[in-house]
């Protein structure tokens, strides 16, 4: 009788240490996914392929970030000796490869493109996944190495594919003034509550004490605690135009994420919401709106800033960078 009273809350407290690190590492160190693996998912859907990202003019490029790892990426320069530069920054598990997909709307719009591997991912150095705590230093790293190799003229936008919308949201409390808009894709609004979601909404596993254990397991490991991390409040006093894109049938992190960023940011803002899309497809179900929500974000973006003070803007009232679109999925 005594030796079980000593061993069943010794099982348990086993089996709660091995559930807290094998959260944590889902959360912080989940197994990447291969190239061939993206590029099948990527070919799957019709969007990109591994032999247009094979044939790509492209240099590999690496710099440190502010803790000392090493970070790599490639610029495309589709239009030598322009200024305009876009960042496009992917989400947890994959890599700079599946941002290629990307690459074609921006050269439309008159970009040169750096794609990135985040910290962990890719050919890029690290631990842990911070889901933009530090992340959001690496950006800010990107778009210093840009000016410093390519001009102080710059015009640079970002563009980020949920763990990446995160980022570059995140990155709004710190940006450049030459940073001059930002696509978050699918991002989250807030760290602590996506976290609640994807435990207890789509594993069905009690939050309490999971989540605290993890938190700490977090904060000592890896650094940092998910109340850090918050888009929503990166993203109530920036004053950047942002376009926040989210498919409608996103589970994995809720639509309803985007909406609340949209609701909480100060104009000038945008938001897409693609009929029918899950996670991070929203470009594969429609591209065209895609596109056309990317163009007129750019547009209003950057004829705010050429305009003169007290000129007339030039966009169309019906095209402000304030409309909300719902697009309709189509197949590609």
């Known amino acids: ?64 970030s502010k803790d000392g790892l090493t970070l790599s990426g490639y610029t495309l320069e589709p239009h030598p000796g322009e200024k305009q530069w876009m960042v496009i920054v992917h989400g947890y598990t994959v890599s700079l490869h599946v941002s290629a997909q990307y690459i074609e709307m921006f050269e439309r719009e008159g970009f040169n493109i750096l794609l990135i591997d985040q910290r962990r ?38 563009h ?29 609004s ?17 939050a309490f004490p999971l989540l605290g254990l993890v938190n700490k397991r ?27 894109v989210h498919g409608t049938k996103d589970n994995y992190v809720p639509t309803y994420m985007s909406e609340e960023l949209f609701e909480r940011k100060p104009e000038p803002k945008q938001l897409l919401l693609v009929e029918g899309a899950v996670h991070a497809n929203a470009y594969g179900v429609n591209p065209q709106r895609y596109a056309e929500e990317v163009h007129t974000l750019i547009l209003n973006a950057l004829e705010k800033e050429e305009a003169p003070a007290g000129s007339p803007q030039l ?16 197949a590609t």
Not at 162 to 178: Q, R
């Open 218 to 244: 977090m904060e000592r490991m890896a650094g940092f605690r998910m109340e850090q991390v918050s888009p929503l409040k990166a993203v109530e006093n920036s004053k950047m135009p942002v376009l926040f």
């Open 1 to 64: 009788m005594i030796y079980s009273m000593i061993m069943v809350p010794v099982f348990l407290l086993l089996a709660v240490s091995g559930i807290t690190r094998f959260a944590f590492r889902q959360i912080t160190q989940m197994k990447l996914q291969t190239h061939d693996r993206i590029f099948n998912y990527l070919e799957t859907t019709g969007v990109y392929s591994r032999e247009q990202f094979n044939n790509l003019k492209k240099q590999e490029v690496k710099v440190t």
């Open 315 to 330: 966009c169309n009232p019906s095209q402000t960078a304030a409309t909300v679109a719902t697009a309709t999925a189509t």
């Open 121 to 158: 991912h890719g050919n890029s150095q690290g631990i842990y996944t911070t889901y933009g705590f530090m992340e959001k230093f690496d950006v800010e790293t990107w778009v210093s190495w840009i000016l410093e190799h390519y001009g102080e003229e710059c015009v640079i936008g970002l």
């Open 160 to 188: 980020g594919q949920s763990l990446g919308g995160g980022t570059v949201l995140e990155y709004l409390a710190i940006a450049d003034p030459h940073v001059k808009f930002v696509i978050a894709d699918c991002p989250y």
């Open 190 to 206: 807030d760290l602590s509550r996506l976290m609640y979601h994807q435990v207890r909404v789509l594993n069905k596993i009690p």
